[in-house]
């Protein structure tokens, strides 16, 4: 008991000591060492042992260890500005006042007003509620500080964020706290801010390697899901964690060739009605261009026909058609939403003034907006917060660490579409037709599956493509039993040529499976036949699938009952996406461990399943396999 009191004692003592001097204390902890520490608070060991000096000798659990609290700090003396708490201000919220506006009405943060009035981090603002407004006062006091405790470092090429905080045993948000502007990307050249550890002292970031910063809850087992490494083999290649444990945005040094995410073969669907256990109301945020400072109300023609001139705004209404009745499926689950529209009028200036008069850090999730430079501008401000941004319609331009890309990437159409055909290579021929333009593409095929034969389009007499074959090309190579035949160009002609010739050499001896793992404009050309493709069973990778009208399906029931027609796809996909958000946010803490990459959804006419990039944010790697049918349908390809 004497000596837990005279521990107590020296703890208060020094704490007394730390603030007068601008110090901080710091406990010693089982396996911290000095070096440890000093990158924890990204000084330098002189710093520690300058005002610790039995460090030298022996650290020990419990030690009370004086700290500078200069960080951020370049030496010599500076003026320092602190806020002193004198009192407080009792304020009673107004009839559509926010935490915006009331920061701005008494000149404070808005995390000043959250800090002191606890309950806003998980409650919204109610008009009648009474909330505490701190007041302070501000003191200036010159403080001198160590020249060394930080310094300037210069990036080299192919150095990212993720590699400099590794380096100097930081973690991202450390090191963008020592460089508020720092620049999303870093470029070679660019000066930054790092602690000013000694040569020994820094790791080294080796270009062999990636690095992967640790997220928000993320344990040993998720890491092994993600990265497909033990914690043993994480901590043969990052000695010290076994000490400190996980942090969140500690960066981890992984083998080159490690993808998160990335899920060989096939995931069984993931049913989430059935693990429904966040009970809390979502508040979700929809951003989407309604242009309706454009449409004159007054005038229902004119209005209709506005809309019906603006391609941007009946794909916005067919949408969020879409959101509204996942809504209502979502309330019938017992999933309560409380969401708020925003027109962002497809204007910068609107996502400018939308984002400065709104607090959205109390956010579940964002969906939109859909230009990707304005959904990138609401993302990175979104950022900060760490709130979930999800693109609905377009792939962003910056994959955001909060930023959730639905759209899955051509390089997963493309792998997608190789798997399938690969899976039934040892039982089949398989050969490559392509123009010069794809070449790289028939090559990396070939690479995937080696037995495949190459056949490339005539040339002219100029050497260029004529973009066509001969029957006599395929003959050499086709056989009898199945044969799949990839076909790679946006050339229609060529199309046309490949798909009359493959067609008239179909028999009972020789079946022929046209394959592309891209499905573009020359595949539609008019003056293809729709019967050939059938014919040859015509095979291609989608992000999304069409729903059997003829299946009973509450949505597309009750969607005809309010509007009166089908939905096309721009409302299906409305309402898978939004219902896939309100189910994940009901089946886990938050949205980020709802969309690990072993969670697979699938709903009307879209999938879900979200890979990680290693330094950056999730993107959907889930697609479908679709063929033409003898009946000239469309369906999903199943073996």
């Known amino acids: 008991m004497r000596k837990l009191l005279l521990i107590i004692i020296a703890i208060v003592s020094f704490q007394t000591f730390a603030v007068s001097q601008n110090f901080k204390t710091h406990i010693v902890k089982q396996g911290d060492t000095v070096e440890s520490i000093a990158r924890q608070y990204q000084i330098t060991t002189a710093d520690v042992y300058a005002l610790n000096p039995d460090a030298k000798k022996k650290l020990s659990v419990n030690d009370v260890l004086i700290i500078p609290n200069t960080k951020l700090t370049y030496g010599g003396n500076e003026k320092v500005e602190k806020k002193e708490l004198i009192g407080y201000e009792t304020h009673k919220v107004k009839k559509k006042e926010t935490l915006y506006s009331i920061s701005k009405e008494y000149n404070i943060e808005i995390s000043d007003i959250k800090e002191h009035n606890r309950q806003l981090y998980s409650e919204n603002l109610k008009k009648g509620d009474k909330i505490r407004i701190p007041r302070y006062k501000t003191i200036v006091s010159n403080v001198t500080v160590k020249e060394n405790t930080i310094k300037k470092y210069v990036v080299q090429p192919k150095e990212g964020k993720w590699r400099i905080a590794y380096k100097f045993g930081l973690t991202v948000p450390e090191l963008q706290a020592l460089n508020p502007n720092m620049a999303e990307v870093l470029q070679p050249g660019d000066e930054i801010n790092v602690p ?99 449409i004159d109300a007054d005038s229902v023609q004119e209005a209709k026909d506005y809309i019906k001139n603006d391609r941007l705004i ?172 990839f076909l790679e160009t946006s050339n229609a002609g060529l199309v046309l040529n490949v798909v009359s010739t493959l067609n008239s050499m179909t028999n009972r001896e020789r079946e022929i499976i046209l394959v592309t793992t891209n499905k573009n404009d020359a595949f539609d050309y008019e003056h293809l036949s729709n019967f050939h493709l059938s014919n040859l069973k015509f095979h291609y990778p989608s992000v999304n699938k069409l729903h059997d009208t003829d299946m009973p399906n509450g949505f597309v029931k009750n969607y005809k009952k309010e509007y009166g027609v089908e939905p096309n796809k721009y409302a299906v996909r409305g309402f898978d996406l939004t219902l896939d958000v309100l189910l994940r946010l009901s089946s886990n803490d938050d949205f980020f461990l709802a969309s690990t990459n072993d969670v697979e959804t699938e709903y009307l006419e879209n999938k879900f399943r979200y890979a990680k990039k290693l330094s950056g944010g999730y993107y959907n790697e889930s697609v479908y396999i679709l063929q033409y049918t003898p009946d000239l349908t469309i369906v999903e390809a199943k073996r």
Do not use: C, W
């Open 314 to 485: 009946s794909v916005t209404l067919d949408f969020y058609a879409g959101v509204k009745m996942a809504l209502d499926s979502a309330k019938q689950l017992g999933v309560s939403t409380n969401m708020k529209v925003f027109d962002t009028e497809n204007q910068s200036a609107e996502i400018s003034n939308i984002l400065s008069k709104n607090d959205f850090s109390g956010y579940d999730a964002v969906i939109g907006p859909i230009m990707a430079s304005h959904f990138d501008r609401v993302a990175s401000q979104l950022r900060s917060d760490h709130v979930p941004a999800i693109s609905p319609l377009m792939k962003p331009t910056s994959l955001y660490d909060n930023v959730f890309q639905t759209i899955p990437n051509e390089e997963d159409l493309e792998k997608a579409m190789i798997t399938y055909v690969k899976a039934d290579s040892l039982r089949s021929n398989v050969v490559i037709v392509s123009d010069g333009a794809s070449r790289a593409l028939s090559d990396r095929i070939k690479s995937y599956i080696p037995n495949a034969s190459q056949i490339f389009s005539k040339k002219n007499k100029e050497g260029k493509d004529a973009f066509y074959v001969n029957t006599a090309d395929f003959s050499a190579v086709l056989k009898s039993g199945k044969n799949y035949v």
């Open 196 to 294: 000013n550890l000694e040569t020994t002292e820094e790791k080294s970031a080796e270009p062999n390697y990636n690095y992967y910063e640790v997220l928000p809850k993320e344990g040993f087992y998720r890491l092994k899901v993600k990265l497909g490494l033990t914690e043993d083999q994480l901590e043969a290649l990052n000695p010290g964690i076994k000490q400190t444990g996980l942090k969140e945005g500690m960066v981890l040094k992984v083998p080159a060739n490690v993808t998160v995410g990335t899920v060989d073969g096939t995931i069984e669907s993931s049913d989430l009605t059935k693990s429904l256990k966040n009970t809390k109301t979502k508040r979700l945020g929809l951003l989407l261009p309604f242009k309706l400072n454009r």
